[in-house]
């Protein structure tokens, strides 16, 4: 199948908007034809172009394009072509510059015969018709007298001064529509990619505030108190599961549990040792679909909870979001190539030589003004470039995330789950009391992680009343399962001291 019947189907799957900014591939194509038809006329065609020794290779070519670069130092003297760009009043405009040979002829103590005729004037041999190439010489600077060009017998032009010019310039019409047609197509989507990324952290600035108004902590309702009602001393702090509970109109649990599922589900970049980075279209969609499922089946069945119409449609927009970012995952893919082919197409065709990177709408540089896309380069990507879809999933993580207080950075490091309620060691280290009490029950002394002698010492002044209040506030279902396995823990371990089994009753 041919790319454009391809891209064209590829741009059915995108949103309407984004298949208006879409470069447009048959037209440009279209305009090949008329650059192929204009060197043609020129005396250029494809077929004398390929013979046509061109500039020498730059180092940064290589591979194929160095290959077709390749200038042939071996070749007689002669008329060359230099196909360059010129920026003429800030537009890139193609031209073909045709560098001539001033000593075509032979020196006067080159080796042959004697009886050679002697030429007057120097001759110019190359497929250019007369008349375009009259006109370039008559309008040369460096011809003091533009009448002393004449047409010989076979063709041929001569001057009788015998002074060539260096070079000829021939601007290349079609080859500027061609250019132009493609980079305002660039710039056009570069403007429009910056009115969407502003609308999209507008949009994830309101998600934000939706998202924590339906996720309210009990801090947010007047019957949870900051302090001990009853004494000011750490020592005396006893906590009830029944105190323990959700704020009567939050979600908090709920959110906690998708931000859970969605770092789970690493759509868009891998954080695993396993793969690292950002992943390609295709594994990014099936994961989101994936997570998209998953979340779906849960809220199905139960498992997942909105109680409020807000949370509904902050996960709503959150989708969204997200299929917003892959949607410019797969426009950003497609026009990369759609332009990667369009230019080999172009240098294909025309037999002229490959032309240099055109600067992408989607690199975004985080020193540009007003957090405003910037083009750059893409061979030439510095480190501190991003592509813009990848910056949209760091500014949608930077933001979400953050709203939910996630329980690894409150876990206790021996046995990993929630520490409450947390003692704080005298090394500054944080563990759950069950665990610190196993530890002292079993005389080791020195701190699991530092290796400090201050396990033992420790007793009810060590608990961190402070982060208690917190994990009470921000983790109440699951501060709640830990003090209840605590408690049960606890009875166990008095059952069995006093010898009896606590493998459960048995009935005589």
Known sequence: MHFSKTYAQLLLTLPPELRESAIQYRQLKKIIN??????TSLGLSPDVLHHVPHHPPSSKEKGKQREELRYDTSAPNGPRVVYEFANIAERVEP??????????????????????????????????????????LNSSPFLEQPGGIQEGSGGEITLDNGVLPPELIIPLVSDTTFFRTLT?????????????RTEFETTLRSLSYDISSASRPSSSTSAFLPHSQYSSDPANISISSHSLSLAPRSDLDTWRQI?????????????????RGERDVEDAEKRLQAFTHELTDRVSKGALKLRMK???LALKTFLELNKFILDLRKFQHVTAEATRKILKKHAKRTALPLAPDLASPFVVRPDSEDRALALARSSTRSIESLSLSLLLVQALTETLLPIIPHIDDYSCVICTGLAFKPIRLRCSHLFCVRCLVKLQKRGEEHCPICRAPTVLAADRSNVDWALLNFMK???????????????REAAEEEMQELGLDVRGCVMM
């Open 34 to 39: 008329q650059i192929v038809a204009e060197l």
């Open 95 to 136: 031209r073909l510059r045709v560098c001539l040979d001033p000593n075509e002829s032979p020196p006067s103590d080159a080796p042959g015969p004697s009886s050679s005729p002697s030429c007057s004037g120097v001759a110019v041999s190359f497929p250019i018709p007369h008349d375009v190439l009259k006109v370039a």
């Open 184 to 196: 305002e197509a660039l710039n056009s989507l570069s403007a429009y990619l910056v009115t969407k």
């Open 259 to 275: 931000f859970q599922l969605y770092m789970e589900a690493d759509i868009f970049q891998g954080h695993q040792e396993r793969f």
């Open 310 to 312: 807000q949370s509904q």
């Open 473 to 487: 506030d921000w983790f109440p279902v699951e501060a709640k399962k830990k003090l209840q396995q605590n408690e």
